[in-house]
């Protein structure tokens, strides 16, 4: 299956001309009669390694040890290209019942064929320290020790073979199948305004238009929509809440967020810290922020959906595809010459590695997924034109370059964390939005500039921590019972209300606005690493501004090609940050609280 993925009106014939996906480095078509061949190969060899291995591992030597792993980096390798060619096919084309039951009959056929190698981390985390230091002392053995680490950090909460058999053949009907409800049922929600239907995609875009009668149609229309079918996803969320309860408590975490803390390479504690300083900072950043822009777009208090609403002043400029390439691989190449020849080879005009415009069908959105080093990773973007659009290309170019790097390490050993994972793509938007600043040639231009980076950068630290709490609470309060709809949109209004200050109207309108947040239903607590990525390179790109850490972008690029391998801890130790410093946090925040002072300098000096 495809590692985590790393954020629709018909064609125009401007959007005609933008770069649609060509996954033909993987399958020609969903009829390709190599998938099959490749599913059946898949299954064989699922089914001889279990036959060679099984009940062996504890007897291995260090070099039959390596040649398992081999067989099943291999195995791993295939799955992959399988699996991440199905969804990619089904994320364009939502409402193609072919390509829809494709999707759902590879995935179940990947998670079935892969049932006989279930014992393996077993049995590896049966072994004894003094098994696996035997096999370390080999070279090439000791090139698999992350991939070995990160099974046997699980060790004390895997369950027998029985069970994690049983929990594996039923993911496809519990927790991916509710996910799978959740996507479907989202493509296909229709949106009205002026008579005009819209997907979700294109609706969105709408809350960024300049003119606020165009802005609350469309927030109304969002929210009237989000609750007309609250109903439904109130029990698509309650069900998979429960489910990962269920499994939780087999397995034994102590609380929601353990597993993926765990998976997440980072202790509780430090969540806790994070979050807890984000939510110390809610009035210095958000609220500060929201009582400036209520200001700017003339209203005592922004409606939800004008949070993210262009300045009356602000230079509407559409930019086009080629425009806003040329813009990025120019921040790219000013950082480092290196990170631009990673990024360029996306735009190849023989083979597009990007799927640009939004059209009927298509998820809304954006996203990169990875594939191992063999192959190359996809973008997914949904694009308008609009400046918040160029810095969406950074940031899932930024996730593209990364995966490049990454991937070198293997696929059994490239397994990164979703706090670091967000690291590459947060730093590349700042390098763009740092390089359009250093254009600007007014102090309005520069106020607007600025202001939309805050906008965003509280929209990744601070909104992502609110998110973060609610999950927290409706985590804690469905192991007592179900959620109602009242009760989540209850939970909805008073974390929204806190985060955002008395300068956002939250009110019964957009109360079920929770069923847009697709994280908490594709990976339950996914949201707090936006916030812990943005603070980590707040910090990083704070000590890259200070100039004192020599050849800062080779160190960090070596540092992104450790993300899978390495804690984040270890590779910031060449830039001097500390993350268990409880000042770490802080020091990244301080620069969001920075850019807000500049902003009330800005306004003073400027007649609107």
Known sequence: MPKTKISQSKNS????????????????????PQINKDLNTYKKSAADFAKKYKGKIAKLSAKAFVEMAKNCEARS??????????????????????VMTFYQNTSEKLNDYSKPVIF????????????????????????????????????????????????????????????????????????????????????????????AQIRTKAGKEIARVCTENAPLFTLNYNMIVKDKAIEDMKRGFKSPVASQNLANRVDDKAVEALA?????????????????????????????????????????????????????????????????????????????????????????????????????????????????????????????????????????????????????????????????????????????????????????????IAFHFFETRVHDERRQGEVSQARLAQIWKEEMSASLGKYVNIDEVTENNWVQVGHFFWKPFYVYAYSFADCLVNSLYQVYQQGEVKDFADKYLHMLSLTGVKRYDEILKPFGLDAKDAKFWDFGLSLISSYIDELEKLDKLIKK
């Open 13 to 32: 014939s401007r959007e005609s001309k933008l770069p649609a996906w060509d996954l033909g480095d993987l399958y020609k078509s969903i009829n390709d």
């Open 77 to 98: 390798v295939l799955g992959n290209k399988i699996g991440v060619f199905a969804y990619l096919s089904m994320v364009t084309q939502m409402k193609n019942a072919k």
């Open 120 to 211: 393996l981390s077993l049995e590896i985390n049966k072994l004894s320290d003094a098994k696996i230091n035997e096999w370390m002392q080999d070279k090439n053995a000791a090139y698999f020790k992350p991939w070995l680490s990160r099974i046997r950090m699980f060790k004390k909460y895997e369950l027998s073979e029985d069970v994690e058999e049983i929990l594996h053949e039923k993911s496809v009907t519990s927790g991916e199948g509710w996910e799978r409800l959740y996507e479907e049922t989202s493509a296909r929600l229709k949106y009205t305004v002026d008579k005009k239907e819209y997907n979700d995609a294109e609706i969105a875009k709408l809350t960024l238009d300049k003119n």
């Open 276 to 464: 807890k300083e984000v939510r110390a900072n809610y009035a210095n950043i958000a609220h500060r922020f929201y009582k400036l822009k209520a200001k700017w777009l003339g209203v005592k208090k922004l409606e939800y959906w004008d949070r993210n609403a262009p300045l009356p002043f602000e230079n509407d400029k559409k930019y086009t595809w080629d425009e806003t390439i040329a813009i990025v691989l120019k921040a790219y190449k000013e950082f480092s010459p290196k990170l631009y020849d990673l990024a360029k080879d996306f735009f190849n005009k023989k083979s597009s590695w990007i799927d640009v415009p939004p059209r009927d069908g298509k998820r809304s959105g954006a996203f990169a997924m990875p594939l191992p080093e063999a192959y190359h990773p996809y973008l997914f973007l949904n694009f308008t034109g609009r400046q918040n659009d160029v810095l969406t290309l950074a940031h899932e170019l930024g996730h593209g370059c990364h995966m490049r790097l990454s991937s070198k390490q293997g696929d059994l050993n490239d397994a990164t964390p979703l706090t670091l994972a967000e690291v590459a793509s947060v730093f590349a938007e700042m390098l763009t939005f740092q390089s359009l600043l250093r254009q600007a040639k007014s102090n309005q231009e520069k106020l607007c500039l600025i202001a939309g980076k805050v906008n965003d950068m509280i929209n990744t630290a601070v909104r992502q």
